[in-house]
Nanobody, 122 residues
Framework: QVQLVESGGGSVQAGGSLRLSCAAS??????MGWFSQAPGKEREFVAYISMTGGRTYYADSVKGRFTISRDNAKNTVYLQMNGLKPEDTAVYYC?????????????????WGQGTQVTVSS
């Protein structure tokens, strides 16, 4: 079983930046994704990164602003969030996919962290 722990959330003003981290247990490599969920809304895809970091994909709403990366030596995945907007306010979750196909669907991910709150004020 994989355990994931997010950190780095907080409150910032519009236009500011945050870097979220997701630490994974063990030394296994998985496709890793970031998802966001605002109160009363469905969980939405944000970004994913392949096992070796060679391929990334982003939701249209965050392209050009967010960057996903990973440091496999540290078993950690990052989400650099620049140019934050109030509509980015949500709980952000990292997730691990043990399958072979890259996916932007939450249902395809097998393990989830507890989430970290990001609040962007205007």
């Amino acid at each position: 079983q994989v355990q994931l722990v997010e950190s780095g959330g907080g409150s910032v003003q519009a236009g500011g930046s945050l870097r979220l981290s997701c630490a994974a247990s063990g030394r296994s490599r998985y496709t890793m994704g970031w998802f966001s969920q605002a109160p009363g809304k469905e969980r939405e895809f944000v970004a994913y990164i392949s096992m070796t970091g060679g391929r990334t994909y982003y939701a249209d709403s965050v392209k050009g602003r967010f960057t996903i990366s990973r440091d496999n030596a540290k078993n950690t995945v990052y989400l650099q969030m620049n140019g934050l907007k109030p509509e980015d306010t949500a709980v952000y979750y990292c997730a691990a996919d043990s399958g072979y196909a890259l996916s932007n669907r939450a249902a395809d991910y097998d393990y989830w962290g507890q989430g970290t709150q990001v609040t962007v004020s205007s």
